[in-house]
Nanobody, 129 residues
Framework: QVQLVESGGGLVQTGGSLRLSCAAS????????MGWFRQTPGKEREFVAC????????FYADSVKGRFTISRDNAKNTVYLQMNSLKPEDTAVYYC??????????????????????WGQGTQVTVSS
């Protein structure tokens, strides 16, 4: 079955950096877009960034644009989220998800949680002020 495993979270000071990884197994990873979302207690899961199946297109939430970079290594079945200039408001559990559709072009649906069908367990990111 499809498994996604996030890693790389932790505690960092404001202005610091972290790189999250999401390793996939049980799927033809290179055929699907991947996304990163985040969630804080009492709130819905929020879109952060996504990449197309071949890495040729990326979308970002306005709140992270210019600070975060999503990338993927299809040879390693892994998608990354490089997070720089971190702020306390970036504190959340970060989840990676797999697009529901084979080789779909990124579009408005790519920012929606329900367009991802498999999720990892999440990794906690805490940014101290």
């Amino acid at each position: 079955q499809v498994q996604l495993v996030e890693s790389g979270g932790g505690l960092v000071q404001t202005g610091g950096s972290l790189r999250l990884s999401c390793a996939a197994s049980g799927t033809t990873f290179w055929n699907y877009g991947m996304g990163w979302f985040r969630q804080t207690p009492g709130k819905e899961r929020e879109f952060v960034a996504c990449t197309s199946w071949n890495g040729g297109s990326t979308f970002y939430a306005d709140s992270v644009k210019g600070r975060f970079t999503i990338s993927r290594d299809n040879a390693k079945n892994t998608v990354y989220l490089q997070m720089n200039s971190l702020k306390p408001e970036d504190t959340a559990v970060y989840y990676c998800g797999r697009d529901t559709k084979f080789r779909r072009t990124l579009g408005p649906q790519s920012r929606l949680e329900h367009d991802y069908d498999y999720w990892g367990q999440g990794t906690q990111v805490t940014v101290s002020s």
